[in-house]
C-alpha cells in the first residue's frame, strides 16, 4: 500500500451504533463498518450484553446501508462462530435490506471473541449455499513474539502508555497482500485483524497506533462495542462520547493531511487485494 488506511468495526448492531456514532461519523465525513448479530436485531438474544443494550431497528439498518460511507456486514444469526450460523446471518441481513448480496464485492463477517487462534473459514470458501464471502474480520492477530506481548497486551489495558500500545498491537496493522487464503474470484476469503478497544482506552494510545500504520504505511482496523454519553460508561466494552468524537476529529485531520483514509472494511479488503485504488479526496 502506498498509505495508510483505517477502519471502525462496530459489533453487535446496538442502538447507539445509530444514534451515537453515526452522527458523529457523518459530521466528520467518516466511514465505518457495522457487524450485525441478526437475532439481537430480532430482540431474541437472552444473554448479556444483548439484554441489557437495545438493538438498532431493521429501519436503522436500512439507513445506514443506504449511506456509501457505510457498510454492514454479519456477526452471525446468534452470537457465535458456526459456520451455518455466520451464513444465516448474512442471508438474513440480506433479507432484510433487500439484495443479494450486502456489498456489491461480496459479504463480510466479522467473528466473535478472541480468534486470532482457529476458525472455520474453511468452510465458508465455496460453501455449497451459494453465498459469496469476501472477508473474515479476526479479533486480534497472534502475536510475535507470543509470551512478550501477550503479557504487552493484558499490561496496556492495566497500565496506559502509547509507546507500550504501539509495541504490543503492532501485529495487527496489515499490509497489502496480507491475510490471503485459499480460493480464487468471489471464493477468494481475505482475513482482516481489527485491535479491541477496551478499558477505556486513553486517546494518546490509540493515536500511537495510528501513528504507526501511517509511518508503516499499513491498515489499521478498531474494534468497537457501544459509545455512550460522557459519565454514563458502565463496563469496559463501552467508550465515551467524547473521547469518540476526539478520535474522530483526529483522524479527520490526518485524512484532511493526506496522511491516511478513513473507510469501510470491504474497502480495505479491497486495497490489500489490489484491485481498489481511492484517491485520497473521495
Known amino acids: 500500500m502506498k498509505r495508510a488506511y483505517f477502519g471502525f ?29 441478526a437475532s439481537y436485531i430480532e430482540q431474541r438474544q437472552t444473554e448479556w450484553p444483548f439484554t441489557e443494550v437495545p438493538p438498532m431497528t431493521i429501519d436503522m439498518l436500512r439507513q445506514l446501508h443506504g449511506d456509501p460511507r457505510m457498510e454492514i456486514a454479519s456477526h452471525g444469526y446468534w452470537h457465535h462462530n458456526a459456520t451455518d450460523n455466520l451464513l444465516d446471518g448474512i442471508e438474513k441481513l440480506c433479507e432484510w435490506l433487500g439484495t443479494d448480496r450486502l456489498h456489491p464485492a461480496g459479504n463480510g463477517i466479522a467473528l466473535t471473541g478472541n480468534t486470532c487462534f482457529a476458525t472455520d473459514e474453511e468452510r465458508l470458501i465455496g ?25 504487552s497486551r493484558k499490561i496496556n489495558r492495566i497500565v496506559p502508555s502509547p509507546s507500550l500500545c504501539r509495541y504490543a498491537f503492532s501485529d495487527c496493522l496489515m499490509h497489502e497482500g496480507d491475510g490471503a487464503r485459499p480460493g480464487t474470484g468471489d471464493a477468494a476469503i481475505r482475513r482482516l485483524y481489527s485491535i479491541p478497544i477496551v478499558g477505556n482506552k486513553p486517546l494518546a494510545d490509540m493515536k500511537a497506533l495510528i501513528e504507526k500504520a501511517i509511518a508503516d504505511q499499513a491498515a489499521c482496523i478498531f474494534m468497537l462495542h457501544s459509545i455512550v454519553a460522557d459519565g454514563h460508561r458502565h463496563d469496559a466494552y463501552e467508550m ?43
Not at 455449497?128 to 513474539?145: A, K, N, Q, T
Open 127 to 151: 460453501n455449497d449455499r451459494g453465498i459469496s464471502v469476501r472477508y473474515i474480520r479476526h479479533s486480534i492477530r497472534r502475536p510475535s513474539p507470543f509470551w512478550l506481548k501477550t503479557i
Open 240 to 282: 465515551e462520547l467524547g473521547r469518540f468524537q476526539r478520535l474522530c476529529d483526529f483522524l479527520a485531520q490526518c485524512q484532511k493531511e493526506s496522511l491516511l483514509k478513513v473507510d469501510t472494511c470491504m474497502a480495505i479488503c479491497q486495497i490489500m487485494d489490489g484491485c481498489r485504488k481511492i484517491p485520497m479526496d473521495d
Open 9 to 37: 468495526s462496530f459489533d453487535d448492531g446496538r442502538m447507539d451504533h445509530f444514534t451515537m456514532a453515526y452522527p458523529v461519523l457523518q459530521r466528520y465525513g467518516l466511514s465505518a463498518t457495522f457487524n450485525v448479530t
